[in-house]
């Protein structure tokens, strides 16, 4: 089961939000390099403490005056959820020369507690030249959670309009956007990484299935 996730066609992000060290370690041991957590003070501290080749990512809701406690080390924030917080990383990636790799995060479930761009949002936000200011971002692809269901023709049908958005803007708007650079689509977790997988994530989010349940 823990080989499962190491694989040549998607990258696993291993969620280790509330999990110890050595949970991370072993996993580590095992070939895991990419690992998530949705905490800045975590993030921080597990940074500091683990091995340098590890691909920390940020998955939750980020706050803009944590945003600079991230930005140094952080491999991918897949959580950019609004204008204020890219602009906030943006500021902070050019004080230190860095250019900050982000996914626009996409509440593709229409959950009122969801955070996240709606699709006509980042249309707008895409046609008008919003994002190119900012020269210290990457926008490397998008992020969504789906409807927490056993719905599953739901939850395909949400994959497939993240996939669908994520295909129009990569065809329709990378070439005039050089901060555009689309590679990745973050979507799966233990739940719903099969259906995300075939409806063409290239990216899933693993928590529970790799470290067993959280105590939340
Ligand atoms: C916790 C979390 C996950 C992983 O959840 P599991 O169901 O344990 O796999 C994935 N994505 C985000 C954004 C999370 O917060």
């Known amino acids: 089961m823990k080989k499962k996730f190491l694989n040549k066609n998607y990258t696993c992000v291993a969620v280790s939000k509330t999990k110890p060290e050595k949970s991370i370690k072993e996993l580590y041991d095992f070939g895991y390099r990419h690992f998530g957590e949705n905490k800045v003070q975590e993030l921080v501290i597990k940074n500091k403490n683990l091995p340098k080749d590890i691909h920390w990512h940020m998955i939750g809701h980020l706050q803009t005056n944590k945003v600079k406690m991230v930005v140094p080390f952080v491999y991918l924030i897949h959580s950019v959820d609004s204008l204020k917080v890219l602009s906030k990383i943006n500021k902070e990636s050019e004080k230190i020369g860095k250019k900050t790799n982000c996914l626009l995060q996409m509440n593709i479930s229409n959950e009122e507690s969801k955070y996240g761009f709606s699709i006509n949002e980042i249309k707008e936000i895409i046609i008008n ?21 056993d719905d ?23 070439s005039n956007n050089n901060n555009i650079d689309f590679n ?10 099969a259906i995300a997988l075939n409806e063409g994530s290239n990216m899933v989010r693993i928590g529970s299935l790799l470290f067993g349940k959280r105590n939340y």
Not at 130 to 140: A, C, H, R
Not at 152 to 174: A, C, G, T, V
Not at 184 to 193: A, E, F, H, R
């Open 129 to 149: 030249n919003e994002l190119n200011n900012f020269n210290s971002i990457v926008i490397k692809g998008l992020m969504g959670m789906a409807s927490f269901s």
């Open 152 to 174: 599953k023709l739901l939850i395909k049908n949400e994959f497939k309009n993240l996939k669908n958005l994520y295909e129009l803007i990569k065809s329709n708007f990378e």
């Open 184 to 193: 990745t689509l973050s979507m799966g977790m233990s739940s719903d990484y």
